[in-house]
C-alpha cells in the first residue's frame, strides 16, 4: 500500500503548494488547504478486492491518505468503527432503516483519533518535534495520544469549563495543558502566537491539510460498509466541521475513483440552540458564517462559534440538499437517555443531539420513513460523567430501600 498524494490545493483561491513541506493553511489568501491525490492511479491499486485483504482500520485506505512512508503512521486502533442497526430508535421515530455510526470505539474514545492520528503522523514524518492544539477537549485528548506514540512535544490550550476526564487524560499522555478563560476561539489565538514563538505546528481544525483527511475515512469507510454506496442521509453533530467537510470530499473522491456513482446523501448540520453559526448563516444563505456571540452550551465539542471551514460544510449542505437545525441541552440529554435505554448505547451529549434531530427531522417530514439514515455517535458519554451523572444520580442510602416494595411483592 502507498499514498497517491500528489500536491495542495487551496479550497478558496486555487492556488497549489507542494505537499513535502509543514504547512498550515493557503499562504495567498489563508483559507483551507485540501490533500490531492492521483486518483487515477489510486483506483488501480484501492480496490475491493484488494481492500478485503487489509486490516480493518482507517490506514487500509493508505492510497487515499497523506502519510507517504508507512513507517510513519502512528497506530493505535483507530478506524474500522461499527455501524450499526438501531431498530428500537427507527421504530420510535418512524423509519424503517436508522444506522448508528459508533465512532466511540476510536482510541481516546471519539471521532478525533481519526483526524489527529492522520495529521500527527504526517506532521512527524514532515519533520514536526512539537504540536499544540485549541480543542473543548476530544481533539486535545487524541493529539496528545498520537504526539506520545510518536515522541513529539504536545500542547494542549482548552476552556477553563471543559470536561475534568478530558484534562486529566491530556496530561497523562504527557501533554502541556494550558486553561483558558474563554471559548476554543480564544485558546486558537494562544496556539498561533505560541506556534509562532516557540516554533510549534498548530493542528488547529482545518488550519492544516491533514485532519481533515484522517476524518474523511469516516465516508470511505461507510460507502464500503454500506457495499459501496452511500445512505438517503448523514446526521452530524457540528462544531467545526472537519467531518463534513471530509466526508464530502471523500464521496467525491471514490465516485472519480469509479466506486460510488453520483449520488449524495443529504447532509444535516446539528448545532447547538445557543451556537449555531452555521444553522444562522444557511437560513439567512450567507457563504461564510460570522461569528456566534456569548456561545454557550452542555456539550463542548459543539460550542464552536466560528470555524474557518464554514464556506466548505455550507457548500455540502446545500450541494447534498441538506439542512441545519438546533437542538437545546435538554433535548441532548434526552438523546442521549434515549440512545442508552432503547439502544444500549452510551453517548455523548454532541451524540445525543445528532439522535433527537432524526425524531425532529422525521416529524417535519424532511426525512421520509423510507430514507435510510445514518447518525453520527461522535464521542462516548463516558467522558462527560459530571454532567450525566447528575441527570442520574446514586439513591441516597438513607433513602429507603427502592427494591423493598419489589421484593415483598416477590
Not at 486555487?14 to 489510486?42: F, M, N, Q
Not at 514563538?197 to 465516508?219: H, N, Q, V
Not at 437560513?283 to 466560528?306: K, S
Amino acid at each position: 500500500m502507498r499514498s497517491f498524494l500528489t500536491h495542495l490545493e487551496c479550497t478558496a483561491c486555487g492556488a497549489i503548494y507542494p505537499a513535502d513541506r509543514l504547512i498550515t493553511v493557503c499562504p495567498a489568501c489563508g483559507k483551507v488547504l485540501y490533500a490531492r491525490y492521483d486518483l487515477e492511479g489510486a483506483s488501480r491499486e484501492m480496490t475491493p478486492e484488494a481492500l478485503s485483504k487489509r486490516p480493518w482500520d482507517l490506514w487500509r485506505y493508505a492510497e487515499l491518505l497523506p502519510v507517504r512512508d508507512h513507517r510513519h503512521a502512528l497506530k493505535l486502533g483507530e478506524g474500522g468503527t461499527p455501524l450499526l442497526p438501531a431498530p428500537s430508535l427507527a421504530r420510535d421515530f418512524g423509519f424503517d432503516r436508522l444506522l448508528i455510526k459508533e465512532e466511540s470505539q476510536n482510541p481516546t474514545g471519539s471521532f478525533k483519533a481519526r483526524g489527529l492520528g492522520v495529521a500527527v503522523s504526517r506532521a512527524k514524518e514532515l519533520g514536526a518535534t512539537a504540536v499544540a492544539i485549541p480543542s473543548a477537549g476530544n481533539a486535545a485528548s487524541a493529539m496528545a495520544a498520537y504526539a506520545a506514540k510518536g515522541g513529539l512535544a504536545a500542547y494542549v490550550f482548552m476552556p477553563a469549563d471543559t470536561p475534568e476526564v478530558m484534562k486529566a487524560e491530556c496530561r497523562a499522555f504527557g501533554a502541556r495543558v494550558v486553561l483558558v478563560d474563554g471559548l476554543i476561539n480564544d485558546a486558537g489565538k494562544l496556539v498561533r502566537e505560541g506556534a509562532a514563538a516557540y516554533g510549534w505546528f498548530d493542528i488547529s481544525t482545518l488550519k492544516e491539510p491533514y485532519r481533515a483527511e484522517g476524518k474523511k475515512t469516516m465516508g470511505l469507510e461507510l460507502a464500503e460498509q454500506l457495499g459501496w454506496r452511500v445512505p438517503d442521509a448523514i446526521i452530524y453533530p457540528t462544531g467545526g466541521g472537519t467531518g463534513i467537510v471530509g466526508m464530502w470530499k471523500a464521496f467525491a473522491e471514490l465516485e472519480a475513483m469509479g466506486l460510488l456513482d453520483g449520488r449524495r446523501p443529504k447532509f444535516v448540520v446539528v448545532q447547538a440552540e445557543h451556537c449555531a453559526p452555521i444553522v444562522r448563516a444557511l437560513a439567512e444563505g450567507q457563504r461564510h458564517a460570522e461569528l456566534w456571540a456569548d456561545a454557550a452550551t452542555i456539550a463542548p465539542g459543539m460550542r464552536v462559534p466560528v470555524a474557518i471551514g464554514d464556506y466548505l460544510m455550507l457548500d455540502a449542505v446545500r450541494q447534498s440538499g441538506g439542512t441545519a437545525l438546533t437542538v437545546t441541552d435538554a433535548e441532548m440529554m434526552e438523546g442521549v437517555d434515549l440512545a442508552a435505554t432503547r439502544e444500549g448505547l452510551f453517548l455523548s451529549p454532541e451524540a445525543g443531539a445528532a439522535v433527537v434531530a432524526a425524531r425532529t427531522l422525521r416529524a417535519r417530514g424532511f426525512l421520509r420513513q423510507e430514507d435510510e439514515v445514518v447518525v453520527f455517535s461522535t464521542g462516548t458519554g463516558l467522558k462527560h460523567t459530571d454532567l450525566i451523572a447528575a441527570e442520574y444520580p446514586v439513591v441516597d442510602p438513607r433513602a429507603p430501600d427502592p427494591l423493598s416494595g419489589i421484593l415483598a411483592a416477590d
